[in-house]
């Protein structure tokens, strides 16, 4: 092992989120077509004027990002009662969610490498995000996290990996961090001189300082580099 401990992100680091996010909400979809009678279009125009507006309002903080509120404003703006359906909803879109998440290969070879000396480092609420550990199962080889609720920023800001560094009981020099945000995860790091590997699955072609940053395509080539 090349670090004594990892910082580690988990949507779309560990498994495909926007494939998941997709079939999830056409779950949602597909039950307020048949539950009430509208398009499809018109369920996706609200429920983006929902989301945009909870993260005007709610910016740079994890309820921003809560499936709960945009659901209710979608509901307030359709006109339909939010406290009759929004449980039901949301209950629908995350059951769907976990039910089809799929760990990227070599996930576990990395968890199993460094078992019990990673910090998952995530933006979201944290009661989905145990949700979602409990799901992959990362409860197995990791004990601690940070989430943008319980430190109440959200990534970039240095407070989140001080935070992680301090639950494992390591220095900057000591870790790396893993994850496939460029802007949130790998400049977040580099802030604090950690090291870091950013998982750019999309080949997004972006400027950083690669004397602190490594580049891969696949999650299977960080095991080549930890």
Not at 16 to 41: E, M, P, Q, R
Not at 108 to 133: N, S
Not at 162 to 187: F, R, T
Not at 213 to 221: A, D, G, L, R, S
Request: hydrophobic share 35%; aromatic share 8%.
């Amino acid at each position: 092992m090349r670090y004594k401990g990892l910082l580690l992100d988990i949507d779309n680091t560990l498994y495909g989120y926007d494939s998941t996010h997709k079939i999830a909400k056409n779950s949602v979809l597909d039950y307020c077509n048949s539950k009430f009678n509208l398009t499809n279009t018109s369920i996706e125009e609200a429920y983006d004027i929902a989301r945009k507006k909870v993260h005007i309002e709610l910016s740079e903080t994890a309820s921003s990002h809560n499936r709960l509120l945009y659901i209710q404003k979608m509901l307030e703006h359709l006109n339909i009662n939010p406290l009759e359906h929004t449980l039901d909803i949301y209950n629908i879109y995350w059951d769907t969610f976990l039910e089809n998440m799929k760990p990227f290969d070599g996930v576990y070879e990395l968890l199993e490498m460094y078992k019990g000396k990673i910090c998952l480092v995530t933006d979201l609420t944290a009661h989905i995000q145990h949700r979602k550990v409990q799901k992959l199962e990362l409860d197995r080889y990791c004990t601690k996290i940070v989430t943008s609720e319980e430190s109440g920023r959200e990534k970039p800001h240095p407070y989140m990996f001080m935070s992680a560094l301090g639950k494992l009981d390591l220095k900057a020099k000591d870790v790396c961090m893993i994850g496939d945000s460029l802007k949130k995860d790998i400049v977040g790091a580099s802030s604090l001189n950690i090291k870091s590997i950013w998982l750019n699955s999309d080949k997004k072609i972006e400027n950083y300082d690669n004397t602190l940053v490594q580049e891969v395509k696949t999650f299977n080539e960080i095991l080549e580099l930890v």
